[in-house]
């Protein structure tokens, strides 16, 4: 039997104990009138002199997350979400029963104590505990060395213990929190409606991506997992709602990385009368906003570099990145040859089958992204890698649309929407060509979607927003796994 086993079966003989003199290992409800953290704001600055003097009672509960036994008496430190409390346990205080508990706790296990609040002889802020509650029995030790648990495979995998072991990993995922709770107030406060839209779709479509599918048995019809929101909140545009978002999951069947997992958290919002001017400018507004709110500043830190976010950020055309930052020839971005002798000789390795604007789009995926710390909007895309949004009216070649970069990778992406039925169903018709050709993340034909825009879309504005990566540069974390609560992994062995 190895160890962990073994002392699983040793807390099961405690759990046994535990019954045997009426404590219900499993304890039912517990008023914990106290949180460790309004404790240590309210009174943890206090002197031991004037803790004694006004002599405070509190109720807290938490997870034992240490233990030190000396005779009569031990010491414990509770754990309450991310905040700790020490607690000091003396039979002399304590009822025959609450002593029988403290004899049989283990690290990990779950309790409530009442009693008054003093300082050690070491000056350690601490409850002296006078009445004590069992409430759940641990029968699984915590890994070997949890403190501080940096093993990535438990983390991730196990994130209950690395919830427990890693007390700041609570600050991460409250602030993911607070961003999205920030988000949503900021777009109410300017007339947005909060919508949901279907996450089950009969056509996969709104990104160029390959979906999840799945089977509707009562229907007898395949479903696609959505790749995005945008066709239906535009169709909610079309119904005459003139300012709409969504914060919700999108699915996409593709490879994972530290920027990339399966599923995902987007915010999509859609304005009327509006092009993807106002949004560069709404966009500013909005990040910079989250960074006061959240530092009361707008020069953060993000992985050893500094990061400014005040406005206004740098505007940098799509194709003027590519040619300055290679030092290419404008003939590039025009003749396939050229291009694919400039990807040869910058290293980009792609597919000799692709058209002229994917390899292009290869080139800025890997050589100017990765330059683009600072907050930039690449402007001015291409059509063929814009189905959905609208064409320049200078240059029907390049669209109205925007990506914005912070430390080297995409953070938002937006368009002034093509509202025009029959240049859309053009464009659908040429992605469904590219499908059929074998590229599985081009569009198929959304023949509702073509009969919405029929009915008439105004003028209108679209932009998303990556949750994650958005609090990824927030919380100043290097891998979107640190900031979902359960990143897809591969299954455990």
Excluded at 45 to 53: M, P, V
Excluded at 76 to 98: C, F
Excluded at 434 to 461: K, N
């Amino acid at each position: 039997m190895d160890e962990a086993n073994e002392q699983r079966q040793q807390r099961i003989k405690k759990l046994d104990q535990l019954r045997a003199a009426g404590v219900p290992p499993y304890g039912t409800r517990f008023d914990a009138k106290d949180r460790v953290s309004d404790l240590i704001k309210l009174h943890g600055q206090k002197t031991k002199e004037t803790l004694e003097g006004e002599k405070i009672a509190c109720t807290i509960a938490g997870r034992v997350v240490a233990l030190r036994r000396f005779g009569k008496a031990a010491f414990a430190v509770l754990q309450d979400g991310a905040d700790r409390l020490q607690i000091y346990l003396k039979k002399d205080l304590l009822s025959e029963k609450a002593s029988t508990v403290t004899e049989q706790l283990d690290l990990g296990d779950w309790i409530g104590v009442t009693g008054t609040l003093f300082r050690t002889k070491t000056n350690e802020f601490t409850v002296e505990v006078h009445d004590l509650s069992f409430l759940s029995k641990a029968l699984r030790p915590l890994p070997e060395k949890w403190h501080g648990l940096t093993d990535v495979e438990t983390r991730y995998r196990q994130r209950y213990v690395d919830l427990i072991a890693n007390p700041e990993v609570h600050g991460i995922f409250a602030a993911r929190s607070r961003i999205i709770s920030a988000i949503r107030a900021f777009l109410i406060q300017r007339g947005f409606l909060e919508v949901e839209t279907p996450m089950m779709h009969p056509i996969p479509g709104g990104a160029a991506a390959k979906p999840f599918v799945t089977h509707h048995n009562a229907l007898g019809v395949d479903l696609y997992l959505r790749i995005a929101p945008e066709l239906y909140l535009k169709r909610l545009i079309v119904g005459g709602f003139p300012r709409v978002f969504e914060i919700n999951r999108n699915f996409r069947n593709e490879g994972i990385s530290t920027i990339h997992n399966p599923e995902f958290t987007m915010l999509e919002f859609y304005v009327a009368y509006a092009d993807y001017q106002d949004l560069i400018r709404l966009t500013e507004e909005l990040i910079s906003s989250l960074a006061q709110q959240l530092f009361g500043k707008t020069v953060i830190e993000y992985q050893g570099q500094v990061i400014d976010l005040t406005p206004p950020w740098r505007r940098w055309s799509y194709r003027e990145a590519i040619l300055e930052v290679n030092r290419l020839a404008p003939a590039v971005l025009t003749d396939r040859e050229q291009a694919v002798a400039a990807a040869k000789e910058l290293h980009v390795p792609i597919d000799p089958k692709w058209p002229l604007f994917n390899i292009v789009n290869e080139i800025f995926e890997e050589t100017v992204e990765p330059n683009l710390q600072q907050p930039t909007f690449i402007t001015d895309y291409p059509m063929e890698i814009s189905p959905l949004a609208r064409r320049k009216d200078a240059d029907p070649s390049l669209t109205d649309r925007f990506e914005l970069y912070i430390a080297g990778r995409e953070i938002a992406n937006a368009f002034s929407e093509l509202n025009d039925p029959l240049d859309q169903r053009e464009r659908f018709e040429g992605q469904a060509a590219q499908r059929a050709a074998g590229d599985e993340e081009a569009h198929v034909v959304d023949e509702d979607f073509l009969r919405a825009l029929e009915y008439g879309m105004p003028p209108t504005a679209g932009e998303g927003i990556g949750i994650d990566r958005l609090t990824m540069l927030f919380t100043n974390q290097a891998s979107i796994r640190d900031v979902v609560l359960f990143p897809q992994l591969r299954p455990e062995k």
